[in-house]
């Protein structure tokens, strides 16, 4: 696969995916009118990663939202739902959840993720000005 | 409007602080632009980030509410509302206005009056509950999920308030009127 690169909009997160580090990152604001058609080739191209031979070796993954709308949730939680197939499997997989330290509920959102997907390498991390 | 009247139209929204108010056709430009006037005027007034993510997200939620669950007033218009966002001495006020079908009304009060009366932890809880459920989020009014509902508490500092307001002349429409203060 080559690496993916999908430029921030106003409404839409950056999205980078690189088999050459593999790891996945998304980063910035996510209020897309339609979530579902924005995250649907997110995913496939998250999973065309989590499929290479070289994923065997560990899979890094960023998460470094400002914001994101209730309809973007669910499509998110189910990127770290993948990832977290690929680590049950005995693969190494860290995720980083960057959250503005006066961001309460982006850090519950990752408390709770971490709880939930506890086969990742899952690690909080307050970020001014995420 | 005489220019008189607009003058004190304009001076009204500003000793009342209205950060933004529109009334109109919530096409995805439309969308875009508010939300960007939104957060540049949330930068400007709001006591902290904090404060101001909130405000933005409850603004968010009831943008696309009108988006995707207004009925247009044709049938290829986009759906009409009306937002308003204001600061008062000690909270912001998100206000949307916009019609739905009487027969979602049932479903619309179903779902805000058992989020009304919830705690904030069981809003947390019913939150958590409903990200973990697998029914795929679609758009329709009856499918969808209530995270929507369920954001627009958890940002809120007073429980969320609404009217269900009958629409002179359409027997198929009524008004929704939603507030949430932050």
Redesign the interface.
């Known amino acids: 696969m080559t690496a993916i690169h999908i430029p921030a909009t106003k409404e839409t997160p950056e999205v980078l995916v690189d088999p050459t580090t593999m790891s996945f990152r998304l980063s910035g604001e996510s209020y897309p009118e339609n979530a579902i058609a924005f995250y649907a080739p997110v995913r496939n191209h998250l999973e065309t990663l989590l499929s290479q031979p070289s994923a065997n070796d560990g899979v890094e993954a960023h998460f470094s939202l400002r914001y994101f709308n209730s309809s973007s949730t669910k499509l998110i939680r189910a990127l770290i739902g993948m990832l977290h197939r690929r680590a049950a499997e005995g693969v190494r997989v860290i995720a980083h959840w960057y959250h503005d330290p006066d961001d309460d509920m982006m850090a519950e959102f990752g408390e709770d993720l971490k709880d939930e997907f506890d086969a990742l390498d899952f690690r909080m991390i307050e970020a001014e000005g995420v | 409007m005489e220019p008189a009247e607009i003058d004190r139209f304009r001076a009204d929204a500003r000793d009342k602080q209205v950060l933004l108010h529109y009334s109109g056709e919530f096409s995805?430009p439309v969308?875009?632009t508010l939300?960007?006037t939104v957060r540049e005027k949330l930068d400007d007034s709001a006591p902290?980030?904090?404060i101001a993510?909130r405000v933005?997200?409850a603004f968010?939620?009831m943008a696309?509410n009108v988006?995707h669950y207004a009925p247009p007033e044709n049938a290829d218009g986009f759906p009409r509302g009306t937002l308003t966002v204001t600061r008062g001495p000690a909270h912001f006020a998100v206000v949307c206005c916009n019609r739905v079908r009487n027969d979602q009304i049932g479903r619309i009060r179903e779902r805000v009056d058992a989020v009304r009366t919830m705690t904030l932890d069981e809003i947390?809880a019913a939150y958590?509950a409903q990200?973990?459920n697998d029914e795929?989020?679609t758009e329709g009014v009856s499918k969808g999920?209530g995270?929507?509902f369920?954001?627009l508490a958890?940002e809120a500092s007073a429980p969320i308030d609404y009217r269900i307001v009958p629409v002179a002349g359409e027997p198929d429409d009524a008004e929704f009127h939603l507030r949430a203060i932050i």
């Open positions: 995805a969308v875009a939300s960007d902290d980030r904090r993510r933005f997200s968010v939620e696309q988006v947390k958590r990200l973990r795929p989020d999920a995270l929507g369920l954001t958890r």
